[in-house]
């Protein structure tokens, strides 16, 4: 956990893309709050585009990864073009 200048604990958080598709190259990207690995060379860049949009939106807000909820986020990654997720138990209606 990265320390506080008070030394106190804060949780950081960071986006992490994972790209399956390959055309035979690694890529990595990263940036303050995330990492982006693998992909094709359109896969990757349309990961890193949204890691990118995602920090505007944030910004915009005036927030940092950390101080938004679940569903704040989600709505922020739903704005860039991003779709959920389904997790097991945990369907929309």
Do not use: C, Y
């Amino acid at each position: 956990m990265a320390k506080t200048p008070a030394g106190k604990n804060q949780k950081r958080k960071i986006l992490l893309g994972l790209g399956f598709d390959s055309d035979g190259h690694k890529r990595v990207t990263t940036g303050s709050n995330f990492a982006m690995v693998g992909g094709s060379e359109e896969t990757h860049e349309v990961m890193v585009e949204k890691a990118v949009k995602i920090n505007e939106k944030l910004s915009a807000r005036g927030k940092q990864l950390e101080e938004v909820s679940r569903e704040e986020f989600d709505d922020i990654a739903h704005e860039v073009g991003l779709r959920p997720v389904q997790r097991p138990g945990h369907g929309t209606n």
